[in-house]
Every structure is written in structure tokens, then in C-alpha cells.
């Protein structure tokens, strides 16, 4: 089965009919993944059949949670190569998204994709979570926060809820066993005004890989001394 069938198919059977122009999208994106990842590290996957379900498919997943319909404005925290908020651009157009990555390099290869696909109402910052979320423009102007890969789910949070509007989501997209994490990270979602509302776990499709997905509401503002500076989420997690 050639690579992109692989993509068309899973997409289907997680309810996604993808169109002839996405699909032209996403060959384009991955082109340009597989070319950029030989200068610059992207990304460990580059088989095709494993770009298409560990990049492209899982990163439609959160789109069955339903929070995602109509004109939202999404923010990916730690994107890398734009997973999952490029994936989701290119088959909700509507959405307004910003990737946000520390490392500069990827935010180049970001650009590259959105001018490449002539995506519009994306930007891609180059930037600390911890710090954007300091400034009044990116505080608590988000529907959703979503991040795959980054950190471990209570210095996530700290990066995460604070750009969340009330009444907004924080969707962390992690492995099978989450238990672990969520009891360690209560304190930490507690504190930023987050609740826990769902937990989904997903069986990609044309695998037997198993994701979850945790859905956290905010239902507060988040106190203005966090995120705290000097690397402190990560090396003193709330
Ligand atoms: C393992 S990669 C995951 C990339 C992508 N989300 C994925 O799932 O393929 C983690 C990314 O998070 C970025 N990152 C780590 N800490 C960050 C922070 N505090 N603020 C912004 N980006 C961060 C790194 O530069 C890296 O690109």
C-alpha cells in the first residue's frame, strides 16, 4: 500500500473524508518534511507509512473531542515540525493557529511549510512557552491549547493554561498510561485554574498504537505570578 493511501484510509476510518486538495497538501508537507529533515533535525520518523500515522493521522485525533468546530483559535505548544497544529490547519481551514517553538531552525522550516501550502491565519513564533504567556497579547486569548511531546503533564500545564480564555480547553495528547502523571500534575492544574474533564483513548488507525488524550477545562484565571521564570516548570514542577 503506498504511503498516501495509508493517510486516506486511516483519516476515513477516524471519520475524516479528506479532499483532493488536502491530500495534495499534506504529499507537499511531507515532501518538505523529509527534505528539511536531512539538514536539520526534525523528526526520528521517516519511514512514509510512519509519517502518515504517527504524524499526520494521530495528529487529527483531537478533532474527536468536537471542541474543535467552527472558528477557534488554537495555539501548539513545543509544534517541532507542526505536529499536531498543521495537520489540523490543513483539514479545519477555519481555525486560527499559532505554532510556537523554542528552536529557531524549526520555526524556519515552519514558514517554509505555511508559504509552501499557502495556508493563511497561521503564524509560527519563535519562542519560550514561559515566556509568551508573560505577554498580554497571548495570555488568555486561546479556545484551546493543545501540545504533543513536550513535557511531563504538571510543567505542561504551567506552560499551557495560562494562554487559555475561561471557560477554554488545555489538550495534552500523550501515551497509553497517563494515570501516573494526572495524579502527580492535580496540584499544578488545580493551581492554574484547570479542572479535568475527559480522558479519550484512541487506537490509531492501520496500528495497534494506543493514545489518550486529556481534556482540561479552565475554569479560572491563572494567577499572574505563573508561569514562573528561569526554567523553573520544568526543574521544580508545581
Ligand atoms: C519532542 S518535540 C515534539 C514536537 C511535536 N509536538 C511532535 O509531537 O512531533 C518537543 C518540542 O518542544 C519544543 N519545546 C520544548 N520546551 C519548550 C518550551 N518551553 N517552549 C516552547 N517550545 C518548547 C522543542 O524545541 C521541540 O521542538
Redesign the pocket.
Known amino acids: 500500500m503506498s504511503s498516501i493511501e495509508t493517510l486516506i484510509e486511516g483519516s476515513k476510518s477516524l471519520g475524516f473524508e479528506l479532499k483532493e486538495e488536502e491530500i495534495n497538501k499534506f504529499i507537499e508537507y511531507k515532501k518538505l518534511l523529509k527534505e528539511w529533515n536531512e539538514k536539520i533535525n526534525i523528526?526520528s520518523i521517516t519511514d512514509d507509512i510512519e509519517i502518515d500515522i504517527k504524524?499526520f493521522i494521530d495528529s487529527l485525533t483531537p478533532l474527536l473531542t468536537g471542541l474543535f468546530n467552527g472558528k477557534k483559535k488554537i495555539i501548539d505548544?513545543?509544534?517541532?515540525?507542526g505536529?499536531p497544529g498543521v495537520p489540523l490547519k490543513i483539514i479545519r481551514n477555519e481555525l486560527d493557529i499559532t505554532l510556537?517553538?523554542?528552536?529557531n531552525k524549526?520555526i524556519t522550516f515552519l514558514n517554509e511549510v505555511i508559504s509552501s501550502l499557502g495556508l493563511k491565519e497561521i503564524e509560527a513564533i519563535h519562542k519560550?512557552?514561559?515566556e509568551l504567556s508573560r505577554k498580554e497579547e497571548y495570555r488568555e486569548q486561546y479556545d484551546i491549547c493543545i501540545s504533543?511531546?513536550?513535557?511531563s503533564l504538571n510543567t505542561l500545564s504551567e506552560?499551557c493554561i495560562p494562554f487559555v480564555k475561561k471557560g477554554g480547553y488545555f489538550i495534552s495528547m500523550k501515551g497509553p498510561d497517563v494515570e501516573g502523571e494526572l495524579k502527580e500534575s492535580e496540584n499544578a492544574i488545580k493551581i492554574l485554574g484547570g479542572k479535568v474533564r475527559d480522558k479519550k483513548i484512541i487506537t490509531l488507525p492501520m496500528s495497534e498504537i494506543n493514545h489518550s488524550l486529556i481534556i482540561i477545562e479552565k475554569v479560572k484565571e491563572t494567577p499572574t505570578k505563573y508561569p514562573r521564570a528561569g526554567g523553573k516548570p520544568k526543574k521544580n514542577p508545581l
Open positions: 523528526t504524524h505548544i513545543g509544534t517541532g515540525g505536529f510556537l517553538d523554542s528552536l524549526r519560550r512557552a514561559e504533543r511531546a513536550v513535557a506552560y
